[in-house]
């Protein structure tokens, strides 16, 4: 019996260490923190512990993080160490979660092999600079949890990852990875979560069957930027006849692919189970299937930036739990009432996202206050019109309205904010709205963005603006305000990160303005009528615009502070004065600086060629002397230069088309500029305009402008000339900025300022110099040139017959030089000339006949005394002679070299086709005198017998 007892004993107690021995593969924080709290010690394997060491060197980390990480005494349980868990049974290292730490690692050891009992890898957010994921992975078969996210990994993602059969997690997402196919994911078979976000799929064509099939367990799949190609329909179908319907799928993300609206009939297989389905940024055509609808599972739905054209009355019906439904940017159409009444009625209390903006709905906002939960309504971009019904105050849950960019009219009062206690963002810009409150009207809100650009707010500045504490953004521009910037402004928009007040008619002074921001504010304050100097607290400005206004003093603000983060500096068309100050060292951040059309005085300072990150330059319309400063060769980012209407003098640089290759605009007109024009300038390629006019610029015009390549190519893409930069200043986050460019120049005899069209605007102008020497006939190569103004100087010789390959001119001026020769025949053949001037040179001949030629009047010829034809009055001596004689490239060249030797040969062949007959062959020899004996005889007698009639006569 007492044997019979230990027996039992014995068996009991093996029974119970193989239940511990199981549970210590269990792998959890909640179970592994437990461990750490444990009364008895659980000591590390010395192979593991070695293993986590050299993993350790191959992070190459030294952050406090592993500071419990070493090979003292007191550290030599690896159990312990930061990130590192083990089983309290075996103790072996279970779970490595170093995810979320943030530093940049050097590899994965091959070591890391050696934790075969390793459950649990989590190295999300290390840094391993562009290296590839080890083949070793593949080994570590005891796996459930596999978490490499955005790790900087590269390369192709190892086929060994099939070894992993027991995994359940799997994260790869934001790497630089690729695949040729998925064949290693169907042994995946325990699958619950895949995330590959960011991983190039462009060749897997059959991705549906390798990521569904046998993967019953599927709930969360992230494909998202991945390049996935629509899988052919019968991939599909072999797809579904596989797939299990009853899947337990919940969250599919497919955004930013090359998706057609095939990928519904994959989809329909999972209408009971997702949750969260996201499809935006593909191809989807057509209109949303009616299978959508009966997803009554589903809280999201992302369709947006596709070219979806509208939904079916079933679109929606079953979608009772829809909490986002996205559709912007799609070719939504019809009225907007129908659309919203195609919503579910049974999702009314749970919709809180509604984005349909950028599309082309129309019509009158309807009555949305059924939809009580909406927190954020996006209509903007459509063509809704009428008025904003009131009833939208009582969406008392809503935090963000957005209808702008709309055609919209009508009063906006208090009633349509009655209840809007929760809104945060409000655009109602780009309408024609006008904002009527009463001037002690309290909002329920506190906005953090506030746009009402174009609406009418004024003429009064809107007083409910004090009680808005803590607004970034504020857009009351081009808002018909005609009052004084009252001193509170600058106190409750402190925190301001964007304020633009731009085209009113707001008046006061700086004076006042000692405010600091509390951040680098983007600053529009141009076309008004503020007065006085510029305050120093705006040289905290990232963005700084006061054009046209009436500011005065000079820019010592910009001397204030030698910490500055100044991107954007536009102060022209003001009464600015003084010289420049010598601080720009300081404003090494600045792309864009402005001060054209004011009355600066003095040399250009040396040290603005410390901007060297500068794109735009204008100077025009002050009264700066010297010679073009040499220390702007350093700026080599220059796409802008406008230095016109000046007193600037000396050469022009030859280093101009070295140091700047990527110049688009060269202004110099209306200064002292002497000297040749550097044939250096045929290496500005992307040069557009260049304008050299009203200089003492002598010499003759460079043959080599053939180079020119922009100006060599027809047409351009871009209707403006936009520049797009980096708004980061040191630590701090900017967005991204983008500005147009404008430029002021005479065109067709009249100054003309262009903007929206000016990347359009070809033009070479170097009229009003000293040129000397005939046009070079280069110059006709330029085929994409609008515009042509050689005018006002001293060149010889004969306009070339080429100038006819210029079909995109507009307008040609050639007036007030001595030229001589006929007008050549191709220049009828350009016909968008819309504006000609040939007058006052030595041109001689008829004019050419054609459409063009003629209609243009006939001053535009005049002081040219050897030309007639019409339309001018003198009338040609020979209205029959040619227009040309000698200097046409079409005229009608009958007598050449070939003329003569065609003559020659038809000559020997006529000759030796006669007499050699005679001379070989003697019957026709014989006949051939004999006819000629008849015929003498003949032509005597008749003579004879004509002489005795004529005696006969006179007898």
Same mark, same amino acid.
């Given at each position: 019996?007492?044997?019979?007892?230990?027996?039992?004993?014995?068996?009991?107690?093996?029974?119970?260490?193989?239940?511990?021995?199981?549970?210590?593969?269990?792998?959890?924080?909640?179970?592994?923190?437990?461990?750490?709290?444990?009364?008895?010690?659980?000591?590390?394997?010395?192979?593991?512990?070695?293993?986590?060491?050299?993993?350790?060197?191959?992070?190459?980390?030294?952050?406090?993080?592993?500071?419990?990480?070493?090979?003292?005494?007191?550290?030599?349980?690896?159990?312990?160490?930061?990130?590192?868990?083990?089983?309290?049974?075996?103790?072996?290292?279970?779970?490595?979660?170093?995810?979320?730490?943030?530093?940049?690692?050097?590899?994965? +050891?091959?070591?890391?092999?050696?934790?075969?009992?390793?459950?649990?890898?989590?190295?999300?957010?290390?840094?391993?600079?562009?290296?590839?994921?080890?083949?070793?992975?593949?080994?570590?078969?005891?796996?459930?949890?596999?978490?490499?996210?955005?790790?900087?990994?590269?390369?192709?993602?190892?086929?060994?990852?099939?070894?992993?059969?027991?995994?359940?997690?799997?994260?790869?997402?934001?790497?630089?990875?690729?695949?040729?196919?998925?064949?290693?994911?169907?042994?995946?078979?325990?699958?619950?979560?895949?995330?590959?976000?960011?991983?190039?799929?462009?060749?897997?064509?059959?991705?549906?069957?390798?990521?569904?099939?046998?993967?019953?367990?599927?709930?969360?799949?992230?494909?998202?930027?991945?390049?996935?190609?629509?899988?052919?329909?019968?991939? !599909?179908?072999?797809?579904?006849?596989?797939?299990?319907?009853?899947?337990?799928?919940?969250?599919?993300?497919?955004?930013?692919?090359?998706?057609?609206?095939?990928?519904?009939?994959?989809?329909?297989?999972?209408?009971?189970?997702?949750?969260?389905?996201?499809?935006?940024?593909?191809?989807?055509?057509?209109?949303?299937?009616?299978?959508?609808?009966?997803?009554?599972?589903?809280?999201?739905?992302?369709?947006?930036?596709?070219?979806?054209?509208?939904?079916?009355?079933?679109?929606?019906?079953?979608?009772?739990?829809?909490?986002?439904?996205?559709?912007?940017?799609?070719?939504?159409?019809?009225?907007?009432?129908?659309?919203?009444?195609?919503?579910?009625?049974?999702?009314?209390?749970?919709?809180?996202?509604?984005?349909?903006?950028?599309?082309?709905?129309?019509?009158?906002?309807?009555?949305?206050?059924?939809?009580?939960?909406?927190?954020?309504?996006?209509?903007?971009?459509?063509? !809704?019109?009428?008025?904003?019904?009131?009833?939208?105050?009582?969406?008392?849950?809503?935090?963000?309205?957005?209808?702008?960019?709309?055609?919209?009219?009508?009063?906006?009062?208090?009633?349509?904010?009655?209840?809007?206690?929760?809104?945060?963002?409000?655009?109602?810009?780009?309408?024609?709205?006008?904002?009527?409150?009463?001037?002690?009207?309290?909002?329920?809100?506190?906005?953090?963005?506030?746009?009402?650009?174009?609406?009418?707010?004024?003429?009064?500045?809107?007083?409910?603006?004090?009680?808005?504490?803590?607004? +970034?953004?504020?857009?009351?521009?081009?808002?018909?305000?005609?009052?004084?910037?009252?001193?509170?402004?600058?106190?409750?928009?402190?925190?301001?990160?964007?304020?633009?007040?731009?085209?009113?008619?707001?008046?006061?002074?700086?004076?006042?303005?000692?405010?600091?921001?509390?951040? +680098?504010?983007?600053?529009?304050?141009?076309?008004?009528?503020?007065?006085?100097?510029?305050?120093?607290?705006?040289s905290q400005a990232s963005y700084l615009d006061l054009s046209n206004n009436n500011i005065s003093g000079s820019l010592s603000f910009l001397c204030a502070?030698?910490?500055?983060?100044?991107?954007?500096?536009?102060?022209?068309?003001?009464?600015?004065?003084?010289?420049?100050?010598?601080?720009?060292?300081?404003?090494?951040?600045?792309?864009?600086?402005?001060?054209?059309?004011?009355?600066?005085?003095?040399?250009?300072?040396?040290?603005?060629?410390?901007?060297?990150?500068?794109?735009?330059?204008?100077?025009? +319309?002050?009264?700066?002397?010297?010679?073009?400063?040499?220390?702007?060769?350093?700026?080599?980012? !220059?796409?802008?230069?406008?230095?016109?209407?000046?007193?600037?003098?000396?050469?022009?640089?030859?280093?101009?088309?070295?140091?700047?290759?990527?110049?688009?605009?060269?202004?110099?007109?209306?200064?002292?500029?002497?000297?040749?024009?550097?044939?250096?300038?045929?290496?500005?390629?992307?040069?557009?305009?260049?304008?050299?006019?009203?200089?003492?610029?002598?010499?003759?015009?460079?043959?080599?402008?053939?180079?020119?390549?922009?100006?060599?190519?027809?047409?351009?893409?871009?209707?403006?000339?936009?520049?797009?930069?980096?708004?980061?200043?040191?630590?701090?986050q900017i967005a991204p900025i983008n500005y147009e460019d404008d430029a002021s120049f005479i065109w067709k005899g009249r100054m003309h300022t262009y903007?929206?069209?000016?990347?359009?605007?070809?033009?070479?102008?170097?009229?009003?110099?000293?040129?000397?020497?005939?046009?070079?006939?280069?110059?006709?190569?330029?085929?994409?040139?609008?515009?042509?103004?050689?005018?006002?100087?001293?060149?010889?010789?004969?306009?070339?017959?080429?100038?006819?390959?210029?079909?995109?001119?507009?307008?040609?001026?050639?007036?007030?030089?001595?030229?001589?020769?006929?007008?050549?025949?191709?220049?009828?053949?350009?016909?968008?000339?819309?504006?000609?001037?040939?007058?006052?040179?030595?041109?001689?001949?008829?004019?050419?006949?054609?459409?063009?030629?003629?209609?243009?009047?006939?001053?535009?010829?005049?002081?040219?005394?050897?030309?007639?034809?019409?339309?001018?009055?003198?009338?040609?001596?020979?209205?029959?002679?040619?227009?040309?004689?000698s200097n046409e490239e079409d005229k009608d060249e009958f007598i050449t070299l070939g003329f003569y030797i065609s003559m020659g040969i038809g000559f020997?062949?006529?000759?030796?086709?006669?007499?050699?007959?005679?001379?070989?062959?003697?019957?026709?020899?014989?006949?051939?005198?004999?006819?000629?004996?008849?015929?003498?005889?003949?032509?005597?007698?008749?003579?004879?017998?004509?002489?005795?009639?004529?005696?006969?006569?006179?007898?």
């Amino acid at each position: 019996m007492k044997g019979d007892g230990r027996c039992l004993k014995l068996f009991l107690a093996f029974s119970i260490l193989f239940l511990q021995n199981i549970k210590g593969g269990e792998v959890g924080h909640s179970h592994s923190h437990s461990l750490r709290d444990a009364k008895v010690t659980v000591r590390c394997i010395e192979k593991e512990r070695q293993a986590l060491l050299a993993f350790k060197r191959g992070l190459g980390d030294e952050l406090k993080q592993f500071s419990l990480w070493g090979s003292e005494a007191q550290k030599q349980d690896c159990c312990r160490w930061e990130g590192v868990y083990c089983s309290n049974q075996t103790g072996h290292v279970i779970q490595l979660d170093l995810g979320d730490l943030f530093f940049q690692g050097k590899m994965i +050891s091959p070591k890391l092999i050696e934790l075969q009992h390793l459950q649990y890898l989590d190295l999300a957010f290390i840094d391993f600079n562009g290296s590839q994921i080890p083949d070793f992975i593949g080994s570590l078969t005891n796996l459930r949890n596999l978490s490499l996210y955005y790790c900087n990994l590269v390369g192709q993602i190892p086929s060994s990852f099939g070894n992993l059969t027991q995994l359940q997690h799997l994260d790869l997402s934001n790497n630089q990875l690729q695949a040729e196919n998925l064949n290693w994911l169907p042994a995946l078979s325990s699958l619950t979560y895949l995330d590959l976000n960011g991983a190039n799929l462009s060749t897997v064509f059959d991705w549906p069957e390798a990521v569904l099939n046998k993967r019953p367990k599927l709930i969360f799949l992230r494909l998202a930027n991945c390049n996935l190609p629509p899988p052919p329909t019968p991939i !599909l179908s072999t797809t579904l006849s596989k797939t299990n319907s009853s899947t337990s799928l919940e969250y599919v993300d497919l955004n930013n692919n090359h998706l057609t609206s095939s990928i519904f009939l994959w989809l329909s297989n999972y209408s009971t189970s997702l949750v969260f389905l996201d499809l935006s940024y593909n191809n989807l055509t057509g209109f949303i299937p009616d299978f959508l609808g009966n997803m009554s599972s589903l809280e999201y739905l992302g369709l947006s930036d596709n070219q979806i054209e509208g939904a079916n009355p079933n679109s929606f019906a079953r979608l009772c739990n829809l909490r986002r439904l996205y559709l912007q940017t799609n070719h939504l159409r019809g009225q907007i009432s129908k659309f919203v009444q195609l919503l579910p009625i049974c999702a009314q209390n749970s919709l809180e996202d509604l984005l349909l903006s950028e599309n082309v709905l129309a019509g009158s906002l309807n009555n949305l206050t059924s939809f009580s939960s909406l927190k954020l309504l996006f209509l903007n971009a459509n063509r !809704l019109s009428g008025k904003i019904p009131e009833s939208i105050g009582q969406l008392s849950q809503l935090e963000i309205m957005d209808f702008s960019m709309n055609s919209l009219k009508g009063v906006v009062s208090e009633t349509h904010f009655s209840k809007l206690s929760k809104l945060k963002h409000l655009d109602l810009s780009s309408n024609s709205l006008v904002l009527n409150f009463h001037s002690d009207w309290v909002p329920p809100f506190q906005l953090n963005n506030i746009y009402l650009a174009s609406c009418k707010v004024g003429p009064h500045f809107p007083k409910w603006l004090q009680t808005q504490n803590d607004s +970034s953004q504020l857009d009351i521009s081009n808002a018909g305000i005609s009052d004084i910037l009252p001193s509170w402004f600058w106190i409750i928009f402190r925190n301001a990160e964007f304020i633009n007040l731009s085209q009113n008619l707001i008046r006061g002074i700086f004076t006042n303005l000692i405010v600091r921001f509390t951040y +680098s504010v983007e600053l529009h304050l141009s076309s008004n009528q503020i007065e006085g100097p510029i305050p120093s607290t705006l040289s905290q400005a990232s963005y700084l615009d006061l054009s046209n206004n009436n500011i005065s003093g000079s820019l010592s603000f910009l001397c204030a502070s030698a910490d500055m983060s100044l991107t954007y500096l536009n102060l022209s068309s003001n009464s600015l004065s003084g010289e420049l100050p010598d601080c720009w060292s300081h404003l090494d951040t600045l792309v864009m600086l402005d001060l054209s059309n004011n009355s600066f005085s003095g040399k250009i300072p040396k040290t603005i060629g410390s901007l060297l990150r500068m794109e735009t330059l204008k100077l025009r +319309s002050n009264r700066f002397v010297g010679e073009f400063p040499s220390s702007l060769k350093n700026c080599t980012s !220059l796409e802008v230069i406008d230095l016109g209407d000046n007193k600037l003098s000396g050469p022009i640089p030859t280093w101009l088309g070295v140091s700047f290759k990527n110049l688009v605009i060269l202004m110099l007109s209306t200064n002292h500029f002497n000297g040749s024009m550097p044939s250096q300038l045929c290496h500005l390629t992307h040069i557009k305009i260049m304008d050299f006019s009203m200089n003492n610029i002598s010499g003759s015009i460079p043959k080599c402008l053939n180079n020119l390549t922009t100006l060599a190519q027809k047409g351009n893409p871009n209707l403006s000339s936009t520049h797009t930069y980096d708004g980061s200043c040191g630590d701090e986050q900017i967005a991204p900025i983008n500005y147009e460019d404008d430029a002021s120049f005479i065109w067709k005899g009249r100054m003309h300022t262009y903007k929206s069209t000016l990347g359009l605007v070809k033009r070479i102008d170097l009229s009003s110099n000293r040129l000397t020497g005939e046009i070079p006939s280069e110059i006709t190569h330029l085929v994409g040139l609008i515009s042509l103004n050689l005018s006002r100087n001293q060149l010889t010789g004969q306009i070339t017959p080429e100038i006819g390959n210029l079909q995109s001119l507009d307008s040609l001026d050639l007036s007030r030089n001595h030229i001589d020769g006929r007008i050549p025949t191709s220049l009828a053949r350009i016909d968008r000339l819309s504006f000609l001037d040939l007058s006052y040179n030595n041109l001689s001949g008829k004019i050419p006949t054609g459409t063009q030629l003629q209609s243009f009047d006939p001053l535009d010829y005049a002081e040219n005394p050897q030309l007639c034809g019409p339309p001018l009055k003198k009338m040609c001596a020979d209205q029959n002679e040619p227009t040309d004689l000698s200097n046409e490239e079409d005229k009608d060249e009958f007598i050449t070299l070939g003329f003569y030797i065609s003559m020659g040969i038809g000559f020997v062949a006529g000759f030796w086709g006669v007499c050699g007959t005679l001379i070989f062959n003697r019957p026709w020899r014989y006949a051939y005198f004999k006819f000629l004996n008849d015929l003498n005889d003949w032509l005597y007698v008749r003579i004879a017998l004509i002489k005795r009639q004529l005696k006969l006569a006179h007898a």
